[in-house]
């Protein structure tokens, strides 16, 4: 347990469902992350909140939505999804008052079908 | 925006020989570089990192040092152990993003194998 928890493990949804996965963490840090993982690419970084606000958007479509209710939770909205999204969806948080790497949770294995 | 290339995709070493895994970067604004470790069914860890004013640390097994001049960075495993099998990361960043957070480039990952 690295103190960054990601709920669910796996998860299976048709292109026309909506889905959400969460994210807690218990460090008291205060920026989150959503990165994708796909075989044979490097870590894609999705979105940045810092302090609850979101500071980075990397061009992700609207079919990814994300919302950060409070520094301890992050949320990552699903909905009409492609197949190419099928993919390892992780959760990072840090403490950015001086640069450090991320502590990640363990990610949620999506399938879209 | 930052590029990082690690190299090479896959490695096997006999159990208790050195390893090395070596990146490059673009961005000579960069500063912070950590190293991760991810095991079969978990998020990467990370093992170790290094930061722009300094050019080697160490820690007991593993090592990394950096070039800024040549903008590469290496991880070295010494005495590898079969536990040490696992895919490894290099990640780049230039620090601390306007707003907060920070942004860390990845490469492409190595699976390191270590074999008895």
């Known amino acids: 347990e690295t103190g960054v928890t990601q709920t669910p493990r796996h998860l299976v949804m048709g292109m026309t469902n909506k889905k959400s996965l969460k994210c807690e963490q218990h460090?008291?840090?205060?920026?989150m992350y959503w990165y994708k993982q796909s075989a044979k690419k490097p870590l894609e970084l999705m979105f940045v909140?810092?302090?609850?606000?979101?500071?980075e958007n990397n061009s992700v479509p609207s079919r990814f939505s994300p919302e950060c209710p409070n520094s301890s939770h992050l949320f990552l909205h699903l909905h009409t999804l492609q197949p190419e999204d099928s993919a390892l969806y992780l959760c990072?948080?840090?403490?950015?008052?001086?640069?450090?790497?991320?502590?990640f949770g363990s990610g949620t294995r999506l399938t879209v079908v | 925006g930052e590029n990082v290339e690690q190299h090479p995709s896959t490695l096997s070493v006999q159990e208790g020989d050195s390893a090395v895994i070596k990146c490059t970067y673009s961005?000579?604004?960069?500063?912070?570089f950590p190293w991760y470790k991810q095991e079969l069914g978990k998020g990467p860890q990370l093992i170790i990192d290094?930061?722009?004013?300094?050019g080697e640390k160490k820690d007991q097994r593993i090592a990394v040092t950096l070039n800024k001049t040549a903008k590469h960075f290496s991880l070295h495993i010494t005495e590898t152990q079969p536990e040490d099998s696992a895919v490894y990361f290099c990640?780049?960043?230039?620090?601390?993003?306007?707003?907060?957070?920070?942004?860390?480039?990845f490469g492409t990952g190595t699976q390191l194998k270590v074999e008895l």
């Open positions: 990072a948080s840090s403490q950015d008052e001086t640069v450090m790497g991320y502590t």
């Open positions: 460090l008291g840090h205060n920026a």
């Open positions: 909140y810092s302090l609850e606000e979101r500071v």
């Open positions: 961005d000579s604004a960069s500063n912070y």
């Open positions: 290094i930061r722009s004013n300094v």
């Open positions: 990640a780049a960043s230039r620090g601390v993003l306007t707003g907060g957070g920070n942004k860390l480039t």
